[in-house]
Nanobody, 124 residues
Framework: QVQLVESGGGLVQAGGSLRLSCAAS????????MGWFRQAPGKEREFVAA????????YYVDSVKGRFTISRDNAKNTVYLQMNSMKPEDTAVYYC?????????????????WGQGTQVTVSS
């Protein structure tokens, strides 16, 4: 069992930056692929980024490539999402998730554990 708690969301102007954190409980954090998803009002949950167990591999949705960076610190049981050059269309609730699939598995149902989400709002 893994419990995930996101933090770091908030309101930022277009072009600004935010760093999301997701702290995991348990001693098996390093055995999971970690992902970030987001869900805007009226839209389906969308894959954003994923990172492999050892952090060797990462994968991003095209719309955030070059702007967002996913990283993890297995010693701290934490995964991060650094978001730069943010756009109003990045506005959503952001969720972290843990699972056993590879980083290119972008559908939500392959992830087993989810956080409660953190709101990110980008003003124009």
């Amino acid at each position: 069992q893994v419990q995930l708690v996101e933090s770091g969301g908030g309101l930022v102007q277009a072009g600004g930056s935010l760093r999301l954190s997701c702290a995991a409980s348990g001693r098996t954090f390093s055995s999971y692929t970690m992902g970030w998803f987001r869900q805007a009002p009226g839209k389906e949950r969308e894959f954003v980024a994923a990172i492999s167990r050892s952090a060797f591999s990462t994968y991003y949705v095209d719309s955030v490539k070059g702007r967002f960076t996913i990283s993890r610190d297995n010693a701290k049981n934490t995964v991060y999402l650094q978001m730069n050059s943010m756009k109003p269309e990045d506005t959503a609730v952001y969720y972290c998730a843990a699972g056993n699939a590879g980083v290119r598995a972008i559908v939500p149902h392959v992830y087993d554990y989810w956080g409660q989400g953190t709101q990110v709002t980008v003003s124009s």
